[in-house]
Each structure stands twice: as structure tokens, then as C-alpha cells.
């Protein structure tokens, strides 16, 4: 295990002195330990293989020794990715990601939780966007602003053929190729395409266009794969140090594959869901991260859990949230409403900003209990009086804390996630890794805007019948 100092904590109703779990009594906990571990040993036996083999992702670029299974699929890739995203900074580029979902999600939350800013002292010189949905107002939005002489793409879909994603693309391409006055040379290298190199329609296109792949091979699911280029171009573009980022990955897998119960993040946080889920009622998922900068850590982990676990009449339904501001919208209802929520939330103990609270307000009575006190004393004590609040009214939570918002604790955070909804996943006996929900809506939409064949003139039909 490596010895690096884990800046991460996840206090649980397991920690004695903590206002959090109120509902689960460490006996109901401890009740489901063996279980949990059981499920992750059956995990860890299957890693490396099928839909597991995501978990090798921060082993595979050649900076460890270990041998995965994706052999030398990715040995060039960070150096592709160093390369581009030294290019795309020195350029001031405008660097659009285009993917939706899964193939989106994992970007967002890099850039946005690690993205470098003011208060580090300098500034990210590339722009990054996102258009992660096909709003033609805010798509439209985005071209009026790209200067088009300056954009750099990665295009990101696993399957190559999911009609958001191909659209957008399309749309970026025709003006670029019309409007940018790029050489045909030159345009070829700023665009990226990342999705299965061995199949599908997109890797066919960028084969005979010529523009770069990255690999995002097939046994790497969307919501899995923050650590493939899909997250890690996007990441390096924003000046987040990739190794860093692998490297809590790694230090996160090797704790969550080994240790036990009690010293273990995954396990016990499957073990409140898992609780919840089967003896508590509980069916809301309240993701509240007290950090704007980690408010996507929501996003991304409500697409985990939703998409993974909701199946068979199982699963949480998410709840994105935000601390302060939706204390004065949402926590009523958290407090007082249906026993039926799991509150998780997410701090940092270190901002990179300490910001005062004028003093000039203590003259006034009212206001005299925040003199000398900063803006970081309030967010705290926020957090925590809605801590208390809740476990007072008897609603369980928990709490993820990140010392610092650094490279190697969002890797570390983001596994641990993922490994409690492989976890859990494993413990509800669904497959975490498909979604044929998903997959029947994408289904329609093509058909409703007329593409051939047999299968989807019976989707019109049942469309047609339904309408009438
Ligand atoms: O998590 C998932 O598997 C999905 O959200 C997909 O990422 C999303 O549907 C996009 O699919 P693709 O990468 O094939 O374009």
C-alpha cells in the first residue's frame, strides 16, 4: 500500500462524537459488515475483467509497474494527452469537450472541483466547454462566443453513435471547417476523438479524417471512466496535474480492495446505503457538497448511482444539492418531511481563499457576534448546524471531507465512490453496469426522427399508437 498521506476522512455513524447517522445504530451497521465485505471480495476476485476492468485505469498508463488488461492501449496516451494540452494552453485555445452523460460527467467534475483559478495565483490560459445537451439556445450560445481560430475538441462517445454527441460534432466541424479559415492540416490536429477504436462509426470517421484517437475501450463504461481521456484530456487542458490524480486513484483502490470494515471508506459508505435501502425505507439520496467547487461531485455521483443501481424496482433516487444556499430552500424538507432521505455531504476543511467578515458591523449589536470572523467560520458553522439539525430530527447522514481540494484527493474521493456502487451493485444483484433504460430512450429518439430500419419502424408504430 502506498505510504502517501491520505488527506480524506469519512465520518460515518461508526465515529464516535460525530453528529452523523442518526437513524443507523452501529449494530445495524455492523450488521450488514460482512455482507459488504463479502460483495467487495467478490469484486476484487473479478477485477481486471468484463466491466471491472475499469478499476486498472490509473495503473495502465505505464507509470506503474502492474500489467493490466489493457495491455498497451494506453502506454502513448498521457503523452498524447501532455502534448495536446500543452498545445491547446499555449494557443489560449478554446478547448470544447462535446459528450453527454457519462462521457461528460467525469470532465465537468475535474475541471470544475480542480480547475486552476485566481486564488492560486494564476489562471487556466485555455477555455474549457462543455455542451453536454443539445439545447439549440445554449448551443447556439456557445458558437456566437468561440472565436473560432482558437477551438480544440474532444469529441467523447464510447458507443460513436449517440445523436447528441455526433450532432454537436457535426455542427462544430461545419464551422469550423467554413468559418475558421484553418488549413485541412491544421484542423486535423485540433480535433480529438475519443470512443472504442475498435468499432463503431465515430473511430471509422476519425480514421479517415484523420484526426487523433484516444482510446476508450469497450469494456470501460461511461460512468466509469473519469480516468480514461475522457476526464484526464480535459483535466491536463485545465492544469490539473493527471499524475497526481491517478495517484489517489491508486492509493484509493489499493485501501478500498484491502482493508477491513472499520478502516475502509467504501465499504461503509455502501453499508449506510445498503441499510437504508433494506431496513430503513430510505429511498432518497441527498447529495449536499458544502463547495461549489465540488457541487458536480453530485452530478457525477447522482449519474452513478442513478444509472448503476436503479433497476429491478431498486435504487435511491438522487437529490442534487447545494450548501449554504439550499438550506434556505430544501432543508426544511430534509428536517421535517418523510423519513425517506440519506443525506451525504461533502467539505473541504482548507479553502484556497480565507476571506473576513468586515468588522465595521460589531458596532451594531445585532451583527457583533461576527466580528472577527471570516467567511470560512461561517460556511463551517453552516454545515455544521445543518449536521446537527439533521441528526437532532433524526435524519441520517454522513460526511466525506477532503482536507484541501487537490489532484490526488479528488482521485482518491472519486474511487471510493466507485467502488461503493460496484459494491453496491454487487449486494442488490443488478448489473452496475448497464442501462437499458437509458438505451431504450436513445432507441426512440432515433426513431422518432426517422432513421431506417424494421427495428425502429415498430418504435414509430408504438409511438404512433400511443399518440393517438
Ligand atoms: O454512463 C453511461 O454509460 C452513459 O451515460 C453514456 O456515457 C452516455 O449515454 C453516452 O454514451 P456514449 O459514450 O456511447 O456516447
Redesign the pocket.
Known amino acids: 500500500m502506498n505510504t502517501k498521506q491520505v488527506d480524506f476522512s469519512l465520518r460515518l455513524a461508526l465515529q464516535d462524537g460525530e453528529p452523523c447517522g442518526a437513524l443507523f445504530a452501529k449494530e445495524e451497521i455492523a450488521g450488514v459488515a460482512e455482507n459488504v465485505t463479502e460483495a467487495r471480495d467478490r469484486i476484487e476476485r473479478g477485477r481486471g475483467k468484463g466491466p471491472l476492468a475499469f478499476l486498472e485505469l490509473p495503473y495502465s498508463y505505464g507509470s506503474s509497474d502492474r500489467r493490466t488488461a489493457f495491455g498497451d492501449t494506453f502506454s502513448q496516451t498521457l503523452g498524447t494527452i501532455h502534448e495536446a494540452a500543452n498545445r491547446i494552453r499555449a494557443a489560449r485555445g478554446q478547448f470544447v469537450h462535446v ?5 461528460a460527467l467525469g470532465a465537468i467534475t475535474l475541471v470544475t472541483a480542480l480547475g486552476v483559478t485566481k486564488s492560486m495565483g494564476y489562471e487556466c490560459p485555455a477555455e474549457i466547454h462543455v455542451p453536454d445537451n443539445v439545447d439549440p439556445d445554449w448551443i447556439g450560445e456557445l458558437l456566437h462566443r468561440l472565436d473560432l481560430t482558437r477551438v480544440y475538441a474532444n469529441v ?7 445523436t447528441e ?1 455526433i450532432a454537436t460534432f457535426a455542427l462544430l466541424l461545419e464551422v469550423m471547417r467554413e468559418k475558421s479559415n484553418l488549413s485541412p492540416a491544421e484542423l486535423r490536429r485540433r480535433i480529438f476523438v475519443t470512443t472504442n477504436p475498435e468499432e463503431g462509426a465515430l473511430a471509422e470517421l476519425a480514421r479517415s479524417e484523420g484526426f487523433t484517437i484516444l482510446p ?1 475501450p469497450d469494456a470501460i ?5 473519469v480516468f480514461s481521456p475522457m476526464g484526464l484530456l480535459a483535466a491536463a487542458v485545465a492544469g490539473i496535474d493527471v499524475g497526481e490524480l491517478l495517484e489517489g486513484a491508486r492509493v484509493a483502490d489499493e485501501r478500498t480492495a484491502r482493508a477491513p470494515f472499520g478502516d475502509n471508506p467504501s465499504l461503509q459508505f455502501a453499508a449506510l446505503h445498503y441499510v437504508g435501502l433494506t431496513q430503513k425505507g430510505i429511498s432518497n439520496l441527498i447529495l449536499l457538497p458544502y463547495s461549489n467547487r465540488l457541487r458536480t461531485v453530485g452530478d457525477w455521483y447522482s ?1 452513478l448511482v442513478a ?1 448503476s443501481l436503479g433497476k429491478q424496482g431498486q435504487g435511491m433516487t438522487p437529490v442534487k444539492a447545494l450548501g449554504v444556499t439550499d438550506q434556505h430552500s430544501q432543508l426544511q424538507l430534509y428536517i421535517d418531511g418523510p423519513k425517506d432521505k440519506l443525506v451525504v455531504v461533502f467539505s473541504v476543511a482548507r479553502h484556497a481563499e480565507t476571506l473576513r467578515i468586515p468588522n465595521s458591523l460589531a458596532s451594531n449589536s445585532a451583527y457583533t457576534y461576527l466580528a472577527y470572523k471570516t467567511f470560512n467560520d461561517l460556511f463551517k458553522a453552516e454545515r455544521e448546524a445543518t449536521e446537527v439539525s439533521l441528526h437532532l430530527h433524526g435524519v441520517p447522514n454522513c460526511r466525506f471531507e477532503l482536507a484541501e481540494l487537490s489532484p490526488f484527493n479528488m482521485g482518491y474521493l472519486l474511487t471510493v465512490l466507485e467502488k461503493t456502487v460496484c459494491i453496491l451493485g454487487e449486494l442488490l444483484s443488478v448489473n452496475a453496469f448497464d ?1 437499458p433504460g ?1 438505451e431504450e430512450s ?1 432507441e426512440y429518439a432515433r426513431a422518432m426522427l426517422g432513421k431506417s430500419g424494421e427495428q425502429y419502424d415498430q418504435l414509430r408504430e408504438i409511438v404512433a399508437k400511443l399518440s393517438k
Do not use: A, M, N, P
Request: charged share 20%; proline share 0%; no cysteine.
Open positions: 459528450g453527454i452523460g457519462g462521457s467523447v462517445s464510447k458507443s460513436g453513435d449517440t454527441t476508450l463504461h461511461g460512468r466509469f471512466s449519474q444509472e442501462q437509458v436513445k
